[in-house]
């Protein structure tokens, strides 16, 4: 226990929670398959970063997290990861329709950049990514979204345009990220947030990734989240 806490303490990682998983060192400690090694090698990722050596065994456990590091530390990948294996453990992967993993990010160009680092991670198992923003029109994202996808890369306006328009079955959602969560309540889409966090099973995994915590996030967090894990990188403004 006194070498993780120095092994924390030299990544600048401060954890709270109850019997949090202890940080891994390389992406091999994470128990990654061949496959998602493959896409990381290939990524030119030789090392996870701090926030994700804290974060990929918590969430890996299937434990609620709230990740707080700074833009640039690869909270990214600190969630797409697990969640690939995540889709990967469910047993009836092929016998139903709907997202397994639901990501939300606060503008277009930020769900963008999620949704092509999740494809990356995601093609070797074939499982298939969908963007769900402005840019595209709706009856093209209706039309793909029908087709079915395991994952969905949102923004929240747009989400809730397409589970309005019966273009998403969200019930087999298990494992939901906020990213950028202070960002998302900056431009006002905590209501939002609210009406498709009603929409994924309760029993369901929550990821909350912020650069910072102000106090209406950190009371949403409390709201939504069970039990979790605060990981915090380096320093972190309010
Ligand atoms: P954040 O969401 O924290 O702002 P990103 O997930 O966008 O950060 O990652 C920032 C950059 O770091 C991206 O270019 C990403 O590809 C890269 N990156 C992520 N994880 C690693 C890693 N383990 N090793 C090297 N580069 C990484
Ligand atoms: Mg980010």
Redesign the pocket.
Known sequence: EQEVAEYRNTLAIRVSGFDVPRPVKT?EDCGFSAQLMGA?TK???????P??RQAFPIVLSGRDIIGI??????????FVLPMIVHIMDQPELQKEEGPIGVICAPTRELAH??YL?AKKFAKPYGLRVSAVYGGMSKLEQFKELKAGCEIVVATPGRLIDMIKMKAVNMSRGTCLVL??ADRMFDLGFEPQIRSIVGQIRPDRQTLL?S?TMPYKVEKLAREILSDPVRVTVGEVGM
Do not use: L, R, W
Request: hydrophobic letters at 30%; charged letters at 20%; proline letters at 4%.
């Open positions: 992406f990381i990524q030119g990722y030789e090392n996870p970063t926030i994700q590091a700074k833009t640039g530390s690869g909270k990214t990948a600190a950049q999620i680092e990213d950028e990734f650069a």
